[in-house]
Each structure stands twice: as C-alpha cells, then as structure tokens.
C-alpha cells in the first residue's frame, strides 16, 4: 500500500518536471508570471472603479463617510437602502429620468435607423455622382461634433421652438446616429452576396421591395447591432440633453445623475446606486454586441 | 400558359407547336471602364431553342446573359425579347427569369418560400399558387425538401430548387449561367439530361451559358462560340464541331482536343512530308492542317470504308486506356500528336505509322480561318 | 405599396419616358440618400457657417430677438482674456498627453494579447468596461474615488502611502490626464489588436533565430508594422480629445478648465450667457483642429 503511494508520487512529481521542463522551452518560469501578473494589474486598474461603484451603491451610509475610508466592506455595511431611495424618491424622479432615456433612446435609434438604412443601401449598390465623397465622407462628420456646434444647434432648436421637449432631443439624438449608421451598415450592405438581390430582381421585384423582403431580412443581426449603437449613443448623450431639456420631468439619466448630487445629504451612495442602474443595461447590451467589436467597430465578415 | 399580362403576345411558334418568343440582341456592346468585354454582336435566338453560350472565361459570354436579363446595361446596341425593345427596361419588368451560377436561393426562406417568392408578382390566388408549387416540386422531385432550409440542402439539392424558381413563373425566356459546375461529374451529367428533357417539355427559349464543351455540344439546339467578347461561330453542334470557322473554334471544341500541323513547302514537318504524295488535297494558301485524335488511325489497326491517307510516321509515346476507347500520344519533330481509337497496337519508344482521315482534314490559312 | 413609391419616383419626373436604366437607378440612389444628406447637411454644414455668422454678434437673451452685429468685438474680447489662453494651454496639454497616454496604454495592452491565452475573452471584456460604461457613471466613479475627505484614493495616497499633501488631487491636470487616459485607452488597444494580431509571426520566428532579442523585435517588427495604425489611432483619439466636453466637465466641472468647457461655460452657464464669445470661440476651435489635422495627414501619414 505504502509502496503504491509512492510510486504514484514519484510518477506525479515526474510527470510534473517534465512538464515544467516542456514549458521552460516555450517562455520561462519567470516570463509568463511577469505576464500573468501584468495581465492582473491591467485588469485590476480596468475594473476596480466598477467595483468601487458597485460597493458603493450597495453600503449603507455610515460605512461610506467613515474617517478613514476603507477598501473592503463587511457583509454586515451591506444594504439597499441607496436603490430604495432612488426608486422612492419624491423630489428626484429618478424613474421618470430612467423612462425618458429609454423612451428617448429606443425612439431616436429607429428613426436613424430607418434613414441609415435606406442610404446605406445605396452606398453599397447603386452608382450615381458623388456617391464616393457621401461615403467616405460620413465620418468626417463626427469630427464636428459636440461642443462646436452646441450654440448654433441650440439657436436653431430655440427657432424652431424645439427646445424644453422630448422632440427636440430625439430629433437631435437621430440626426447625431444617421453617419455611424450608413457608415456600419453600408459596410455591411456590400457584404450580402449580389446575386441574392438579383434573384429578387428576376423573379419581378423592384429594388426597394428587394431591399425590404431580402436584404433587410439578411441583414437581422447587422440592423439589430447599429441599433444597440445607436441606443448606447442617445442613452449615454449629456451635452445636448443637457442644453435641450430644462424641465426637471424631461431630464435624461446623465442629466440626473448629475442633479442628484445636489438632491440628498450625504449623497454619494445614491448617486453610485443611480450609475450602477445606469450601467447595467449597458454591459448587457455590450454583451451582444462583443464579437461585432473584434472586427475593429465594423461588420467585417459575419455569418 | 399563364403569362404576365403586362406584355403583348408576340410570341412566335415553336418547332413542336407551342410558343416561345424570339430575342434579338443587335450590335451589342458593353464596356467596363477601359475594357470591352462584349464587342458588337448580333444574334437571333430563335422561339423555344435551347441556345448555349461556349467559351473560355473572361469572353463575355456571362456578361451577356447578364445583360440579357437587365442586371448590366448595354453600353451600345439594343435587345429585344418578342418585339419589345427592353434595352433599357429594368430586369424586374422584363418577364425572364435566371439561375444563377450559385443558385442565390434566399437563405432566409424555406425551399417553399424560394418558390413562392417569384409567385408574389403575379395575379394569382392563393389556391393556384400552392397548387403550383407541388407541381414544380414533383417535376423537380424535391417535394419532400419543401420545408427545408437551403443551407440544409445539398448542392444538387439547391440546384434544382433554383431551377423551380426559375420555371414556376413561366416567363418569356430562361437564363442560366453555369448551373452544372459546382456540382460533381457523375451529377453534372445527369442533371443536364434532365435540364435539357425539362426545356424541350416547357419549351421556353433559353439561353444557356457554359464553359464545358462536351456540356455544350450535348444539349444544344444551336451553340454560340464567343471568345474575348466576340462570336466566333454560331451553328448546330454538329456544324461547329465537323466544320469550324476557325483554329480557336476547332480547337476548342473536341476533347482531346484536335491535333494542328505547319504546313511549309507544301509538306508537312518542314516539307518532309509532302502533302500530295500521301493523299491530302488542300488549297494552296493552307498554313496548317487539323485532324481530330478520333479520325487518325495507326496503320496496322482493323480499318473501315474511310479512306485514308498514306501513312506518316510518328514516334508512340504513351498509351492510355480510356474505358472504352485508347488515347495514344505520339510524337514526331517536338511536337505531340493525339490519336482516340478502339484498338491501338504498339510499344511506347516505337515507330507508327498514322493514317488521317482524308474527308475529316481541316485546312486553315495563316491567319487562322478555315479554308 | 413600395412599388408604387418607386413607380411614382420614376414617373413624375419623366414626360419623355425614355429613361435609361442607369438614369432610373442614379435616381433611386439619390432619392434613398438624399434625406439623410439633407438632414446630416442641416446638421453640420449649415450650424458651421451659422456658428461663424454668430461669433460676429452678440446673441440677446430673449430667443425672439435677433443677434446683433458685433463685427469682431468677440474675438478682440477673447484673445485679451486670460482666462481663453489658460485653456487654450491646458487644452493643449491635456490633448496631448492624453492621447500619447491612451495610445501607448493601448499598444501595451494590445502587444499583452498579441496571442491567445487561457481566458483572454473574460480579459478583453474587463478591459473593454472602462470604454463602454456609460461615461457619467465612471466620471462620477472616479469623483468619489478622489474626494477629498472621504474618498479612498486621497486616503491612500497621503494617509498610507504619504506621497501627496494637497488639498483636492481630482482637481488637478494629471488627474483629468489619467482619467481620459483610463477612459479611452480600450479604444486604441481595440484597433491596435486587430493589427498586431494580423503580423505574422513567421517574422518573429526569423528574428528570433538570428539572435534579435524582444526589444530588438519589437523596435524591428511590430513597431513598423504598426505605424499606420497608431498614426491613426493617435488622429483619432487628438480630435476627439481636442474637442472633449463632456469628460472634463462631468469629471472636474470648470476647475480645470479647457477649450470645451469654456464653451460651454460662457454659452450657457454664466449670467448673462454670451453666446456670441463662445462661438467665437468654438470657430477658432473648428480652425484650429482644421489646421492641425492636414498639418498632421500631410505630415505623418505621406510617408
């Protein structure tokens, strides 16, 4: 029986050498710790402010304004009381600020949607003058964007009586996502096999019954992705919502947030508790939409 | 026949007595950019013909199916199907349909959907529309695929559905390009046949392109050989194999290809072989001589009433058995000489004696034609 | 129905009817395109020349009343006040260390993934959240983390570790540095990944015969390999940066103030809002960056 152990654990240890030794010969010891452990600092440093954000939001106060602030809370600091004001509040409406981003986000992301989709497909298929600057220059747009053209924008909205409601942001919001949408999907557009659409063509259909029985169908997952971006845009926008909107009932989440510190006392578990409920819808549509960004943010060659 | 109503009736009689409509293409050229890849033809395709486009790829001959169709514009020179000129009618309106090399099912819609699909454009009831699609199912006899996936199907498969969505919808003319060559031998000989019983059982005028002369040369009513955006020949199967326009024509057709001669001196191999004396009468101005590897013979081997010309000799390099034929290669001043027969006798290394068909001889001139 | 729309496009402007095929579809394209050019146009190129008549006047309070003209009394106002040259300078600074910061992060990390290793999904997902969390909610993280009295990151850095004795660390430049640096260091990494994976590593199995040592190869291989990507990932990220707003502002507010948030500050923050200056201002932005980015195409990416 002893002898069993024995020869069992020097076969183990064996086995282990010649492991070790096998793998001294792709990196050495010393090297791959150097990396696993550069590889913890990195993520470390990614993620520690979400965990701080998270503790936060889920402590009670007294463990928060603590004289010497600590890392780690006990099971015991743990509690909700941050969610329950949030969600109970009376002075901060914090769910109608959730509503409106939604309704806000979900609204301008499909009519952006629906102009991108059209124009996409005829950077990618049809020819006529100029279509190469359209395309190429779409991006360019961007560079312009935000605080350059904030007054302007603003003077025009207030001319057009758009400002103060929940119209003026979407149109704001849906103009802003049309370029990121011709951009992806006229990416994507060229990618459908060409002869799919002739096909349609063939059997009788008109280009734009093609696109809308055939290339709109084969493109569900590329439509379904821009409008996760296009959401995440007008969902995370402050600028303009924050010039836009003045009613305290109209306001965005980033708006809110951004209100609440001068809400509450001691408020900082609130406001975590708001960006943690900020965030999550987030992280599951990044969830989604994680193999798109391998490509480089475009669609490259998708099944 | 249940025709879109949108176009008059100008179809013509078919040889059999059904009708089909005739498309004109009238100095039709298309150019890319700099390139001209179809230049100046003209062509009738006659009512209910099976017309095949033959050619090496690159000659234009899938451009113009395509531009038959209305998925290219014509660049000069105008197309008409019946009498309408639809040159520059958009290909949803011109009432033809296509298969395309890779079929282009719609991998969104079952094999039902697929040939449903053409069906939506017509002015049918639901009732007669189902009842047409167990009809081309049956005829296809992919009946039990009907609720499949194409990504489910297999190559044939998928073929044959792009052929029912092709036929459902019982247009003016067919188009296919290339629809035997993703699939295998053994399939691609069968599914012709069946292609070919298909077009002569609907006879609709189609238009047929494809590379593979033996393809060709099987199911065509007439063929057109095109090479670098130009016909070279058009005729029966028959005409353009036994009597080809020219040295591109001959040499295309005919597998193993046909064996080309010089002719200098009025002899062959630099004169050695002077022409006369062994029995081949050809017009002066002949620069080569063609004889097809099935109309030689080496001397020695059981002959029939053909009459042949004296014998030539030739070093035997290779014989091959071919199942129920022999190929032997020979060889005499460098160059190589094909010879197809039953029977062939003789060691590799050893001197033959050739004997050519003397009806069978082709003479071309210096620049290639056929004299 | 869409037939009829198409039929309709084509016909009412046809009493020749003998259109061309290659006319019908240069018509159709521009008809899909056309409303989004007409709206993405209305949102850039009209507010941009809007923007330069406004910097020329001074814009009432009252949105009814019209702007007055100034001629260049703003510009004259702005270039005598301290306060624009101060950000003029810290945006400057802030610019270019943060994109040097968030591009060499990015190479780092990227260069950590160049090949697979057990659990690089998870790793790339937690080094994306800095880049895909919504920003108020990390810009509001990182506010808690380095509030003074009880904020951990303070806590540490003067009570544990001594380093630092000032009064409020978040409100300094390196603090906004390192934020916008943690902030947009995934994006690089993501583009820089995409080509660093793409090197063949035929080429560093050669070096690595002929002796040449990691640093020799990465100064060799990846780095010219690379060039493109970081030129342009570096372009990019000197845009974007140049034009911040909302980072800045949600993270130090007008305490450190740059080019963006004095914008905004004096467009709409202080009473009375001068809209006038701040166009002035956001106009010398658009040319400023105009000016910077041919200098740095003509420059950097002619080689």
């Not at chain 1, 909205?157 to 119209?167: A, E, F, G, P, Q």
């Not at chain 2, 309408?84 to 090399?101: A, I, K, N, Y």
């Not at chain 2, 065509?220 to 024509?249: C, H, L, S, W």
């Not at chain 2, 200098?264 to 050809?282: Q, Y």
Request: glycine share 6%; with cysteine.
């Amino acid at each position: 029986m002893l002898e069993n152990i024995i020869t069992m654990a020097t076969q183990a240890v064996n086995d282990l050498s010649h492991r070790l030794r096998r793998r001294s010969i792709e990196a050495p010891l010393w090297e791959r710790l150097a990396f696993y452990l550069t590889l913890a600092v990195v993520g470390f440093v990614s993620v520690f402010p979400f965990y701080w954000m998270g503790v936060t939001s889920l402590v009670d106060e007294t463990w928060l304004y603590q004289t010497t602030p600590q890392a780690i809370p006990a099971l015991a600091d743990l509690s909700l009381e941050n969610y329950w004001t949030l969600f109970g509040s009376e002075t901060v409406p914090f769910v109608q600020y959730f509503l409106n981003s939604l309704f806000i986000g979900t609204v301008s992301a499909a009519l952006g949607l629906s102009f991108a989709i059209f124009g996409a497909y005829s950077f990618a298929r049809l020819e006529y003058p100029g279509r190469w600057i359209f395309s190429r220059g779409v991006l360019v747009n961007y560079m312009f964007a935000g605080i350059l053209l904030v007054i302007p924008i603003f003077q025009i909205l207030v001319t057009l009586d758009l400002v103060n409601n929940r119209l003026g942001i979407i149109v704001t919001h849906f103009i802003f996502v049309i370029p990121l949408g011709l951009y992806l999907l006229g990416n994507y557009f060229r990618s459908v096999p060409r002869e799919i659409e002739e096909a349609g063509l063939m059997d009788g259909y008109s280009r734009l019954e093609v696109i809308a029985r055939i290339t709109i169908p084969m493109s569900k997952p590329a439509i379904v992705a821009t409008y996760m971006y296009a959401f995440l845009l007008s969902w995370n926008e402050y600028l303009y919502a924050s010039v836009i909107l003045r009613d305290q009932g109209l306001y965005t989440l980033p708006i809110g947030i951004e209100q609440l510190q001068y809400a509450f006392q001691n408020v900082w578990g609130d406001v975590m508790a708001a960006s943690v409920v900020t965030t999550i819808p987030v992280l599951f549509i990044f969830l989604y939409l994680q193999r798109y960004l391998v490509e480089g943010l475009s669609f490259g060659n998708m099944d | 026949m249940a025709q879109l109503d949108t176009h008059t009736d100008d179809s013509e009689p078919n040889i059999d007595g059904s009708s089909g409509y005739r498309i004109s293409l009238e100095s039709v050229s298309k150019h890319f950019d700099d390139t001209v890849a179809v230049n100046d033809i003209s062509l009738e395709v006659q009512p209910g013909e099976l017309l095949v486009f033959l050619g090496p790829s690159g000659c234009g001959k899938t451009t113009t199916l395509r531009m038959i169709a209305g998925l290219e514009t014509v660049t000069e020179g105008t197309i008409s199907i019946g009498t309408e000129d639809v040159t520059q009618t958009l290909p949803q309106d011109r009432d033809v349909s296509m298969v395309f090399q890779s079929y282009a099912l719609y991998p969104h819609k079952t094999v039902r959907g697929n040939l449903a699909f053409p069906l939506g454009k017509m002015d049918i009831d639901d009732e007669t529309k189902e009842q047409k699609i167990e009809e081309v199912a049956e005829m296809l006899e992919i009946t039990d695929l009907l609720e499949k996936n194409p990504n489910q199907l297999s190559g044939g498969q998928r073929q044959r559905v792009a052929v029912g969505r092709t036929i459902i919808r019982e247009p003016r003319v067919f188009l296919l390009d290339e629809p035997l060559s993703n699939l295998d031998a053994k399939l691609r000989v069968q599914t012709r046949a069946q292609l070919h019983s298909l077009q002569r059982r609907l006879g609709t005028t189609t238009v047929y392109v494809t590379h593979d002369q033996e393809e060709a040369l099987s199911i065509a009513d007439r063929v057109v050989i095109m090479n670098e955006g130009e016909i070279k020949q058009v005729g029966t199967p028959e005409e353009v194999y036994t009597n080809p326009n020219d040295e591109f024509v001959a040499t295309f057709l005919g597998d193993p290809a046909i064996n080309l001669i010089d002719v200098s001196d009025g002899g062959l191999f630099d004169g050695e072989v002077p022409m006369e004396e062994i029995g081949i009468d050809v017009p002066t101005e002949t620069a080569r001589i063609g004889v097809r590897p099935e109309d030689a013979i080496i001397d020695g081997v059981s002959t029939s009433e053909k009459k042949f010309t004296d014998p030539v000799t030739f070093e035997l390099d290779v014989i091959e058995p071919l199942g129920h034929t022999y190929e032997a290669t020979l060889e005499r001043a460098g160059r190589l000489f094909s010879i197809q027969s039953e029977d062939v006798t003789g060691e590799p290394g050893e001197s033959v004696q050739v004997r050519f068909d003397t009806d069978q001889i082709l003479a071309f001139d210096a620049t290639g034609r056929r004299i | 129905m869409l037939t009829s729309i198409q039929q309709w496009i084509t016909r009412w402007s046809i009493f020749d009817r003998e259109y061309t095929i290659k006319q019908k579809e240069m018509l159709l394209g521009y008809a899909l395109i056309l409303p989004s050019v007409l709206l993405v146009a209305a949102s850039l190129v009209y507010p941009v020349a809007y923007n330069i008549y406004l910097s020329f006047t001074e814009v009432p309070l009252d949105p009814r009343e019209s702007p007055e003209w100034v001629g260049l009394a703003n510009y004259e106002a702005l270039l005598n006040d301290p306060e624009f040259w101060e950000a003029v300078q810290n945006t400057l600074v802030f610019t270019f260390f943060s994109d040097v910061g968030a591009t060499a992060l990015g190479l780092g990390v990227a260069l950590l993934f160049r090949k697979n290793f057990r659990g690089d999904g998870i790793m790339r997902g937690l080094v994306l959240l800095p880049y895909i969390a919504p920003l108020i909610a990390i810009a509001f993280t990182w506010r808690w983390l380095l509030q003074p009295t009880y904020g951990l990151v303070p806590h540490i850095l003067q009570d544990v570790l001594g380093v630092y004795s000032g009064t409020n660390i978040r409100q300094t430049m390196g603090m906004v540095i390192l934020f916008d640096t943690w902030r947009y260091f995934p994006f690089a990494f993501l583009l820089i990944l995409a080509r660093v994976r793409s090197i063949p590593t035929e080429l560093y199995e050669a070096a690595k015969i002929d002796g040449a040592g990691r640093f020799a190869q990465f100064k060799d291989i990846t780095l010219p390999e690379l060039k493109f990507v970081l030129a342009a990932v570096f372009l990019l990220r000197w845009i974007w940066n140049f034009n911040v707003f909302t980072d800045v502002w949600l993270f130090v507010g007008n305490n450190v103030p740059i080019l963006g948030t004095f914008v905004y500050v004096k467009g709409f923050n202080t009473i009375p809002p001068n809209q006038g200056f701040a166009a002035a201002v956001a106009n010398l932005m658009v040319i400023g960056l105009f000016v910077m980015v041919i200098g740095y195409v003509r420059y950097f990416m002619d080689w």
